[in-house]
């Protein structure tokens, strides 16, 4: 498999950035690796944050046990972030993961130029 077909599926699949480091840029994989960390963290708190709530309430019987009841709360229950906030960093999460797809794909490219100007010179 060519290499920045190889790194583009790693930065797709593994984890947004992870095809940066088959394309030894290891520093642009630890950034989009830590914002991208950084961005799903706060967003599982935030999920955390608002499943306790709703457990809480359809354990003392203030909502039933109905799912559209439950996705309901799920917008109406107020949480550590704004709905806004929580957009934007669902939004840099994809940011970032698109980027890094197609900006290892790129990198692949230049270095598998780079490998095959460089063969055809040396006998």
């Given at each position: 498999m060519k290499i920045a077909t190889k790194a583009a599926l790693f930065s797709a699949i593994?984890?947004?950035?992870?095809?940066?480091?088959?394309v030894e840029k290891r520093v642009r994989g630890?950034?989009?690796f830590?914002?991208?960390?950084?961005?799903l963290s706060v967003l599982m708190v935030e999920a955390y944050h608002k499943a306790q709530i709703i457990a809480?309430?359809?354990v003392y019987g203030v909502i039933p046990l109905d799912i559209q009841v439950i996705r309901e709360q799920i917008v109406l229950t107020p949480g550590h972030l704004s709905p806004e906030t929580?957009?934007?960093?669902s939004f840099i999460v994809g940011a970032v993961w698109l980027v890094g797809i197609v900006d290892c794909y790129r990198i692949g490219?230049?270095?598998?130029?780079?490998?095959?100007?460089?063969?055809?010179t040396c006998p």
């Open positions: 593994v984890f947004p950035g992870a095809g940066y480091f088959i630890a950034v989009a830590a914002i991208t960390l950084a961005a809480e309430k359809i929580a957009t934007y960093l490219l230049a270095q598998q130029r780079i490998t095959s100007v460089s063969n055809k």
